[in-house]
């Protein structure tokens, strides 16, 4: 079955040590997403890829960076979690040939602490 | 800028009644709406999108201009429809923005 997998599903890291969250695909697709969602709230894109390029929220705090190093993969990195950084992380793919019906992973719930 | 509204954080209803979900939005441009869903330790999936017109699982939502809306209505509620739903809106760059979501529960 073609779809989108993160690792790991849960993640623990301690105040202010970087983490990095995976996402990998098998559609193919070339644009890639990541979101962060909050207990009880929508979730907000935080930036995406549409092939190689990036492309920043204007307000995706600079602790967070990114990296896609095939189309495959794309990370999620914190540089410095906070307290307020606990959330689920989802990442997303889509592609012109759908319309760009994202397609989503099963999440990577972070808990700071 | 954009923005979607979901009135109802919690919507209850019996089994075999009709349900609607409100979403409302605001957007400068054409928009494309879609709805996903969530059920319990599931990912977020795509339940329809209104250039599709499809009815999925029984659930139809029409697309509004006049009034900004897109709601979601299903004429008998079935338990297994007991989820989260947010309403989402797609820019012209094909980003989207979510609700707040809205949580059904289905009781028998």
Same mark, same amino acid.
């Given at each position: 079955?073609?779809?989108?997998?993160?690792?790991?599903?849960?993640?623990?890291?301690?105040?202010?040590?970087?983490?990095?969250?995976?996402?990998?695909?098998?559609?193919?697709?070339?644009?890639?997403?990541?979101?962060?969602?909050?207990?009880?709230?929508?979730?907000?894109?935080?930036?995406?890829?549409?092939?190689?390029?990036?492309?920043?929220?204007?307000?995706?705090?600079?602790?967070?960076?990114?990296?896609?190093?095939?189309?495959?993969?794309?990370?999620?990195?914190?540089?410095?979690?906070?307290?307020?950084?606990?959330?689920?992380?989802?990442?997303?793919?889509?592609?012109?040939?759908?319309?760009?019906?994202?397609?989503?992973?099963?999440?990577?719930?972070?808990?700071?602490? | 800028?954009?923005?979607?509204?979901?009135?109802?954080?919690?919507?209850?209803?019996?089994?075999?009644?009709?349900?609607?979900?409100?979403?409302?939005?605001?957007?400068?441009?054409?928009?494309?709406?879609?709805? *996903?869903?969530?059920?319990?330790?599931?990912?977020?999936? $795509?339940?329809?999108?209104?250039?599709? @017109?499809?009815?999925? #699982?029984?659930?139809?939502?029409?697309?509004?201009?006049?009034?900004?809306?897109?709601?979601?209505?299903?004429?008998?509620?079935?338990?297994?429809?007991?989820?989260?739903? *947010?309403?989402?809106?797609?820019?012209?760059?094909?980003? $989207?923005?979510?609700?707040?979501?809205? @949580?059904?529960?289905? #009781?028998?």
């Amino acid at each position: 079955d073609a779809m989108v997998i993160q690792n790991p599903r849960y993640q623990v890291t301690q105040f202010g040590k970087p983490v990095t969250l995976s996402c990998s695909q098998t559609l193919n697709h070339n644009v890639m997403y990541w979101y962060q969602q909050k207990s009880s709230q929508a979730p907000k894109l935080l930036f995406h890829y549409y092939d190689k390029d990036f492309n920043n929220e204007a307000d995706t705090p600079d602790n967070f960076q990114s990296r896609r190093p095939n189309t495959s993969f794309c990370f999620l990195d914190i540089r410095s979690p906070g307290l307020g950084d606990a959330a689920m992380y989802l990442c997303a793919t889509s592609t012109r040939q759908d319309n760009y019906e994202q397609y989503f992973g099963p999440g990577t719930r972070l808990t700071v602490t | 800028a954009q923005r979607v509204t979901q009135p109802e954080k919690l919507l209850s209803v019996f089994k075999g009644a009709p349900v609607e979900l409100k979403c409302n939005y605001s957007y400068s441009g054409s928009p494309e709406l879609f709805w *996903y869903v969530q059920y319990s330790r599931q990912r977020l999936q $795509l339940l329809l999108r209104h250039i599709s @017109r499809e009815s999925i #699982k029984g659930f139809t939502a029409d697309l509004n201009k006049g009034e900004t809306s897109f709601h979601l209505k299903k004429p008998f509620a079935q338990e297994e429809d007991s989820a989260m739903y *947010y309403c989402a809106l797609m820019n012209a760059g094909n980003m $989207l923005t979510f609700g707040g979501g809205t @949580r059904l529960m289905v #009781k028998p």
